[in-house]
């Protein structure tokens, strides 16, 4: 008989009627798990630098802890050698002593205090391994393809033995802290999927070879591991299921279908289905692949084994998982993500409380900061890595109740009008248009995905409508309307203002808002200029390149996109080049003329660009209204692009700062 570790009864949870699947129990080995939720391990650098737990750490878990409403919750996976070989981020938790079994259980602690699950996870990162140290460890000396990486150096077999024993002892360390259940990473390109990849195992060992000879260090670790875990406590893996690595000459999907089976005979309880490599040329969850693009790989896989098959992977909606899990061709709904922007998400979407979820909206700014050696933070959450600061995360009621104006119901007024009505404060938001969502009303119509960036809005409207802010739409702030209002506060969050071509006819026929544009409102030439490089221009270039437009931008930023993160803005420069966008950057527009534009660049040359219309999507702060606040004597706060015409993240966190502060 299975092991039961809390009771869980779901009858009386609205969304275990729309999602059944979801909440129905599943046996993993010997364990009893009362739904199919997963929060999948997520690497967040709020550990030590010398790899012991923090406060930020477990109140980070203990809120994942709390969204998965009893199911599965794993930590981040572990780098097990002193050596740090195998650390990939430089607040990755440590477990290769003893010595960190005390902070691994407050994990454990906090898990269980929510009554879930709580899983472990061995995270050797191999190639993508050494962030502190010269080079990495391999199967194989292979030349990293990505710089960002450092190189690494083929292990004897002494040493392929030692890494076996590591885990092993790793996942002693995790049994003796309390966790249920243990993982073993196989995920990106990381040391299992090093051992395994034709492209990066070149050994002729017992460790290489065929894909059996790639797969034995592994096989030898899921014993090992099965050994010190005993009955009680189920063993799984992640295992790639496309590697994505055709050019490198990577497996064959059949190769790792092997290796599904393979784990399955080592002892394996469930396989978590992963896909892709960090060396990779394919995108695999950023915003641009659509969701549920991968859930077939989940079915294949139940093809080749008989132990319960999990997968994540842009399944941000119950939806999806709860059809396939229904259709026998999934088991587990694993969430990393969504659970980073939300990390309630399926709790609210158990509780009927969907319209309260902010999605991620797979941007991959968590992942990029990793890579950058900073603290995981998440574009939309702005108390995403502060849970352990009640303050910030769950601000006070205020002082003193106030009442306040926000000019403009874009991303940042929203953020910052639920936030401060939350605190007890008089909420009212007015926009000159008759329609809340500021400028993402135009984002939205980005190809490649940003419809997805309108979530963010019908969040924030669910907040607002919750909080009792009192929205006047269609009415613009003006001078007269403050000081006939006079009220405590002011909070301007207008949108940015948008420059002017300093150069000739400054108000060219050809000029054309970049707002109208994306709305459909312009009347755009054939040949366009693109006056402004950063992400709108980018999004308005690439929406009439589609429209089968000759596009040229044209910006003053030294690259396209300054204002995307790295782990995104790659695709963006590719899609780009793919729509035949000609980019002229570290340039200024010096002429309009009858032809079209001069671009004079900062070296002092000069080449004409025909075109029928110019797009401005350069943009400034917007001042408009900070003079007349400032003479009235009102507390005055400028937030989102009207202060510094950023990005959507800005916006929102911006918005939420001056919220809990007013
Ligand atoms: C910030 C971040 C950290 C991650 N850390 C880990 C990790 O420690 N171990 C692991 O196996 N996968 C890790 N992953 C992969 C996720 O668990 C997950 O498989 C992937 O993000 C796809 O799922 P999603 O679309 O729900 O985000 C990480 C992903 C992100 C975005
Ligand atoms: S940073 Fe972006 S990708 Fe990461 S969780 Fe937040 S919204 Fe999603």
Request: hydrophobic residues 40%; negative net charge.
């Amino acid at each position: 008989m299975a092991k039961t570790l809390f009771e869980w009864d779901y009858s009386e949870y609205p969304g275990a009627k729309s999602y059944p699947h979801l909440f129905t129990p599943i046996e993993v080995g010997n364990l009893f798990v009362p739904n199919r939720i997963k929060y999948a391990a997520t690497e967040e650098n709020l550990n030590g630098l010398d790899g012991f737990i923090t406060d930020s750490g477990v109140e980070y878990m203990r809120q994942r802890a709390r969204g998965v409403v009893g199911g599965l919750c794993f930590m981040q996976g572990v780098y097990m050698d002193e050596a740090g070989k195998g650390q990939g981020y430089v607040g990755q938790a440590a477990a290769w002593d003893d010595k960190f079994i005390p902070g691994l259980a407050r994990i454990a602690d906090a898990i269980h205090g929510e009554k879930a699950i709580a899983g472990f996870q061995l995270m050797d990162c191999g190639r993508v391994g050494a962030v502190e140290v010269e080079s990495g460890h391999g199967p194989s000396t292979v030349p990293q393809r990505l710089r960002i990486f450092k190189p690494m150096y083929e292990m004897t077999p002494a040493e392929v033995k030692e890494m076996i024993q590591q885990h092993v002892d790793a996942a002693r360390r995790g049994v003796e802290a309390g966790f249920d259940v243990m993982e073993i990473s196989g995920i990106v390109g990381y040391l299992i999927s090093n051992f395994i990849s034709s492209y990066t195992n070149r050994r002729t060992d017992e460790y290489g070879g065929d894909i059996r000879g790639r797969m034995q260090a592994v096989v030898e670790i899921i014993q090992g591991v099965k050994e010190v875990c005993g009955p009680d406590i189920p063993v799984g893996i992640r295992l790639c299921s496309e590697e994505l690595l055709d050019d490198v000459r990577g497996n064959t999907p059949e190769e790792s279908m092997e290796t599904y089976k393979m784990a399955e005979e080592a002892g394996a309880d469930y396989i978590s289905c992963t896909l892709g490599w960090q060396e990779s040329i394919y995108p695999v969850i950023s915003r641009d692949i659509p969701m549920g693009n991968w859930v077939h790989l989940a079915k294949r896989a139940k093809e080749h084994v008989k132990i319960p098959i999990q997968m994540a992977y842009r399944m941000f909606k119950p939806g999806l998982p709860n059809e396939k899990i229904g259709a026998n061709e999934l088991d587990f709904w694993e969430i990393c993500r969504s659970m980073i922007a939300d990390p309630l998400m399926p709790k609210k979407v158990a509780e009927g409380r969907e319209d309260e979820i902010r999605h991620c909206v797979a941007c991959n700014l968590c992942l990029a900061r990793l890579f950058r050696d900073a603290p995981m933070t998440c574009y939309i959450n702005p108390v995403c890595a502060h849970e352990a600061n009640p303050e910030f995360a769950d601000p006070p009621a205020a002082e003193e109740e106030k009442e306040i104006i926000i000019a403009g119901a874009g991303p940042a007024g929203l953020e910052c009008a639920y936030t401060a009505a939350r605190r007890g404060h008089e909420v009212h938001v007015y926009d000159k248009r008759d329609v809340i969502g500021g400028t993402l009303n135009e984002a939205k119509n980005a190809p490649y995905g940003d419809d997805e960036l309108w979530t963010c809005i019908e969040y924030q409207q669910t907040m607002c409508k919750k909080a009792g802010v009192t929205f006047h739409l269609g009415t613009e702030v003006t001078a007269d309307l403050i000081e006939e209002e006079m009220p405590d506060s002011v909070v301007l969050a207008t949108g940015p203002a948008y420059s002017k071509i300093e150069s000739a006819a400054g108000d060219s026929a050809k000029l054309v808002n970049l707002l109208d544009v994306m709305n459909g409102q312009a009347a755009v030439g054939e040949k366009v200029v693109v006056w402004g490089n950063r992400k709108p221009g980018i999004g308005c270039a690439l929406h009439l390149a589609q429209q089968g437009k000759k596009v040229t931008l044209v910006g003053k930023d030294k690259t396209a996109g300054f204002d995307v993160n790295p782990s995104f803005k790659w695709r963006y420069v590719l899609y780009m080049r793919q729509n035949g966008i000609v980019t002229y950057n570290d340039v200024d527009i010096e002429e309009v003329n009858d032809e079209g534009i001069v671009v004079k660049s900062y070296d002092g040359y000069r080449w004409p660009v025909k075109c029928d219309t110019i797009v401005a999507a350069q943009r400034e702060p917007n001042e408009s209204l900070k003079k007349v606040v400032q003479s009235e004597g009102i507390e005055l706060f400028v937030i989102g692009d009207a202060l510094i015409p950023r990005n959507l993240s800005s916006a929102i966190h911006d918005g939420y700062r001056i919220g809990m502060r007013i």
